[in-house]
């Protein structure tokens, strides 16, 4: 590949820093590596492959120069500087869901729908976090057996929500040790010792929006435009890495053994499935690394022809940076 120039805006966040160390252990081939983040952050280093590089505050002329634009600073933020960023001539892979259901921007995950980057006019849209794990186990489900319909129930770490959630669980937690309750700031609830069912906003139908990402991104990547898809996000007191409970309903039988075989072959998983041996997927080891485990996977006791399965994946890795890292590698 050629080395390009790139910008991170929002350098210094969460999925900011694993795009650090994504580039940096695929050894993406860089001409430039631009910092960008708000003013609060701006003057901060951070080191990349053994350098200190300065964060830049983000501005009308950031993106000068630019080949690929990283974005992970929120919706708000991309709405107003990806164009920019178009218009100075950079191809932009945004991390926020400003984009992600326009017909016009492809919603890529590389191991499932790779050409529809190729439609692209300056955008592309990285799915949801929690999305991008499940796709990866329902399309090689769909290809062998056609997807009919799709319950899941997602365990969604404090890190989906950013830096500041996964420091009031520390605090929270570090409080709860000492008898104390400190009060939610950034997340609904209090996340210690607990757990919530809302991520995101709710919906006047009594979903919430992440519930809603779920089902609109699936079908947008998958192809399947009517695939009833029924979501029930809940926030759960891990740091690291989500974890789903999926339900699928299946237009043809699939046996265990050879959803087993297929989904141990897939690009982007990992079998984890020896119920016997108490190994079965979890968020705890999966912290920092590629893959999304897959496991206890069995014969669905609702749908007919369907299957039941568990699946935990870094929803920092897969679910942001590294997908996002892997769309500018096609790029
Ligand atoms: N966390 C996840 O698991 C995850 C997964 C997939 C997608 N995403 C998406 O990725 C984005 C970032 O999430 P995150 O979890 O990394 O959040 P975060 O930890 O809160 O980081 C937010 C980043 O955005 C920057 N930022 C905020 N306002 C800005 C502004 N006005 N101008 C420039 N930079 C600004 C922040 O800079 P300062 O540090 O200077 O404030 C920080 O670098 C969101 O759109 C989120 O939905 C997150």
Redesign the pocket.
Known sequence: MTPRAVAI????????QDFLAVLAARQFPLRSLRL???P??AGQRLSFRGESLPIEA?GPDSFAGIDVALF????A??REHAPRAVRAGAVVVD???AFRLLPEVPLVVPEVNPAAIAAHRGIVA?P??STILLVLALWPLHRAAGLRAVVVSTYQAA??????AMRELREGTAAALRGERLPPRVLPQTLAFNLFPQVDVFQPDGYTREEDKLQFETRKILGLPDLPVDATCVRVPVERCHSESVAVQLGRPLPVAAARDLLAGAPGLELVDDPAQQRYPMPLPMAGRDPVAVGRIRAGRVFAPGLTFWLAGD??RK??ALNAVQIAELL
């Open positions: 805006v929002g350098a210094s966040g969460a999925v900011g960008l983040a708000s609060r952050s983000l992970s600073a929120g919706s933020v991309s991390n926020s869901s990285n949801n976090c890190s989906g929500a950013g830096q500041q929803q920092l679910g942001a």
